[in-house]
Structure formats: C-alpha cells, structure tokens
C-alpha cells in the first residue's frame, strides 16, 4: 500500500495508487457525512500512534488524520495498522487536541524509512521579493502580501538568475546552470501577473492565490526542480519544497513512461494554530497536461514579455480547460456558489451532472477578462493563438464553450457583489467575442471528452 505523510486534503487510495490528495470544504463535508454513518461492524482499522483512521469502502481506501476537536481533518496513509477497535475509539481520536510545538520546530513530513522534515516556527522568509520583482520587471501593482505569491515570485527569480547563483550562495550552490532556466508560472499566480484587480484585496473579484504550477523547457524541468529543492536552504523555511515518497515514485514513473512530460514535488503552503497545510505543485514539460493538453511552448522562448507566467489566452484556456461529471448527491451538498459552476447534464449519462472551474476561477476569469484588451499586443488575449488551439482539439473546444456560456449566464453574479453595470457590461462584451472564437462542436459524444 502507498503511504502519504502531511498532505492537506482527503487521501484516497484504489490497488495501492494514490487516486486523490485534493480536497475542497464542500468535498470534505459529503465525506464526513459518509463517515458518520458508519455502523460498529464497518470495516476500517486505527493506527493509534500517527492518529490515523483507515477505512475500507473496497476497492477504495481512504485515510482520516483527526487533529482538532472541530473537526478539522486531513486525511493521509501513514501506515496499516492490525488492530481493528471499537466504534467509540473513533470519537476519542476526534477530540484529541492539535499536535503541540516543542521547541519551536513542528513535523511537517516523515516518509517510510523515518526520514523527517520539519521547520521552525514562526517561519523565517529571507526572501527579498520587492528586489526580485523589480529585477524581473513584474507590475507594479503586483501584490506581494501572501506567501503563495513571494515564493512563486522566489522560484521564477531563482530560474533566471540560475547562472549566477553560485557568485551569490557559493554555500548552497555548485555545477550551476550555464544559462537561465526558461520556466514561467501558471495558475493563480498567472492571473495575478495580469490582472490589476485580482491584487486589490477591497476588489470583489478577489480571492487568495490556491493553485500554482509550474511550465519548463523539458530540458529544464529537473534543473528547476533542484532549484526549488534548495530554495528554503536560502530563503528560510517559508519556501520549503521537498519530495514526498509518493512525489518521488510519480517522478520516477512519469519518465519512465512519458519521458518527463510532468513532475511534482510538495511545498508547504501555510502554518496555521500549528496545523500544517500542503500542496503538489506541478511541473509541466512546454504542455499543461490536466483534463486537456494546452501547448504553451511559444511562452518560453520569451517569458520576460508575459511577466514570466502565462501568456493570457493560456492562461485564460488553463482555466476553461476544467471540467468534471458527479453525481445528484454530490451536486446537491455543493454550497450555493459551488452550484453556479454547473455546467448541465452530462449528454452522455444523464445521471451525471457537468461542474466547470470553481467559483473563486470564475472570479479569477472575469477578472482577468476585464483587465484584458480584446486587439493586438501587450496586454491583450491573442485570439490568433486563443482559436488556433481549440480548433485542433474538439474536445477542448467543447469544454471551453461550456465554462465560457457558464460564465456568460452566470454574470449577474458580479451585480450582487456590487460590481458596476457598465463593467459588468463590458466584461460580457467581451466574454460574447471570445465565444465567437471559440469553435462550436455538434459531435455527440459517448462518454467523457476530457482526459482526466
């Protein structure tokens, strides 16, 4: 069986394969509403000594990490235990108080042989992050308050400035790079770049940074991946990255069989009342590979002219590229926000219901198409590109007309958060000429039409 240490979110394993590490508030309510109506004879097993609660819904399981009386929980694979207790040993766990700190160091991560990681509290941030956004020539308005921005910032900083870092920190660094690592960032921290009003924390469209990944040459994605290893040794702990046996074991597995097309590694995203949160971060090899492939190679034969992250019709399609199908049940337990993202029944099993991007990308979307010019040049969504890519790919075609109407019957949303009519009108101009270059397809389609 796998094992998993420290991950923020539900650990679900099928055959030994870790098939989910992600978790959403709403997702984590169905789940304990699931768990709560376990009887006595119900199959799972307790691993006392690491608080960990197995259960076995085959072929799936699923690990419980219970750390607070609220019941605040993360779920991991630590290890299999024998001992197959009582129902009321469960409501003991729950009450168990968080982990306390002992000399102002907490455990963040120990993997099967004993290895740890920890880090100091509170987090030392050395980063100099004003210093490399001027180097870098990223906008002013960028807002370097949250962590997730300084250490993506640190990271892209750390790739151009690869070359000369031995000069810097001969300590931490030796067989440097002979030149810049061409890596630009994606997710959140793309929008961010571009978007004046996704850093105005009064702005309605705001919402914290979550996602961020990563795209490299494929010749740079292992040099880059050192790089980021070796950040927290030089900018303190607040920009730890390290690897996980599980991030190991993908690494590994993904070359072996697409040639390094995508790597992962964990990064310690928040310390909060001593609980830990994690991410996976992705690196992505000249593709984003997720529910679609988007070729984004162009971006880094230049990335200094896209601030260094997406261009935005990359970085707009990297979010219309999301899509899944659930269930009646697990629609109807989204909250009312989460609802808006629904994209209708699924033409292929009309028990299935389509959910596009979440509610805060929506935002993020809206945002970055009202700070985006609808011409030619900086500052602006290339529709050359935009329509170029989405009429070699149907299936991503398809996805992306769903998000793009979703968002365009959904704008009434921006009314109630006090966004202003002529903006709202101009945002759904806008949205109304994307979709004119957004192919329509009228293939039926027989199953799922995305990858994931």
Same mark, same amino acid.
């Given at each position: ?56 819904? %085959?072929? @799936?399981? @699923?690990?419980?990490?219970?750390? /607070? ?27 168990? %108080?968080? @982990? ?23 987090? !030392? ?53 002979? !030149? ?13 770049? #571009? ?24 010749? #740079?994605?292992? =040099? ?12 303190? &702990? ?19 069989? +697409? ?9 310690? $995203? ?6 830990? +949160? ?8 000249? #593709? ?5 492939? *988007? ?11 896209? +601030? ?16 899944? /199908? ?15 993202? /629904? ?16 509610? =805060? ?31 070699? &790919? ?12 979703? *968002? ?19 945002? !759904? ?13 009228? $293939? %039926? ?8």
């Amino acid at each position: 069986m796998s094992k998993i240490e420290g991950i923020l979110g539900y650990a679900a394993f099928k055959n030994g394969v870790l098939i989910d590490a992600n978790i959403d508030a709403n997702t984590l309510t169905v789940c304990k509403r699931y768990l709560n109506k376990l009887k006595p004879e119900d199959e799972y097993i307790v691993d006392r000594e690491s608080r960990v609660i197995l259960y076995n819904f %085959k072929p @799936v399981v @699923v690990a419980v990490k219970c750390e /607070a009386p609220e019941g605040w929980v993360i779920y991991q694979l630590r290890k299999l235990a024998t001992k197959k207790p009582k129902l009321e040993e469960f409501q003991v766990l729950i009450e168990e %108080k968080p @982990v306390e700190i002992k000399e102002g160091r907490i455990p963040v991560y120990q993997d099967s042989l004993g290895r740890k990681v920890e880090v100091k509290i509170p987090l !030392e941030d050395k980063a100099d992050v004003e210093k490399y956004k001027a180097e870098l020539g990223l906008p002013d308005y960028l807002n370097l308050d949250e962590l997730l921005v300084r250490k993506a910032v640190s990271s892209l900083w750390l790739a151009v400035k690869a070359p000369e870092l031995g000069a810097v920190y001969p300590q931490y660094f030796y067989r440097l790079p002979r !030149e810049s690592l061409r890596v630009v960032a994606g997710g959140d921290i793309a929008f961010r770049m #571009h978007s004046p009003t996704l850093n105005d924390p009064r702005s309605p469209f705001y919402h914290p940074v979550d996602e961020v990944y990563f795209v490299a040459l494929r010749k #740079h994605m292992i =040099k880059f991946l050192n790089l980021l290893l070796l950040q927290r040794e030089v900018l303190g &702990d607040a920009h730890l990255y390290f690897l996980t046996e599980e991030d190991e074991a993908f690494n590994k597995s993904s070359s072996l069989l +697409f040639g390094t097309s995508k790597l992962r590694i964990t990064m310690l $995203k928040e310390v909060k009342a001593s609980k830990v +949160f994690l991410d996976i971060v992705e690196i992505h090899a000249e #593709h984003i590979f997720r529910e679609h492939s *988007l070729k984004c190679k162009y971006a880094l034969s230049n990335p200094w002219e896209y +601030f260094y992250c997406l261009p935005r019709e990359i970085a707009l399609l990297s979010k219309l590229m999301k899509i899944d /199908a659930v269930d009646e049940e697990k629609f109807r337990s989204l909250s009312e926000k989460e609802k808006l993202t /629904a994209l209708g029944v699924a033409p292929y099993d009309y028990s299935k219901i389509l959910i596009g991007m979440s509610f =805060k990308d929506m935002m993020y979307c809206y945002a970055l198409i009202k700070d985006s010019g609808m011409t030619v040049g900086t500052g602006s969504i290339n529709f050359k590109i935009y329509g170029a890519i989405l009429r070699k &790919d149907p299936g991503f075609a398809t996805t992306a007309r769903a998000n793009l109407e979703n *968002l365009l019957n959904r704008i009434e949303v921006l009314k109630k958060l006090g966004v202003e009519d002529d903006v709202i009108y101009n945002i !759904e101009t806008k949205i109304e000429e994307l979709l004119r270059a957004t192919p329509k397809i009228s $293939k %039926k389609w027989k199953g799922p039409w995305w990858s994931s």
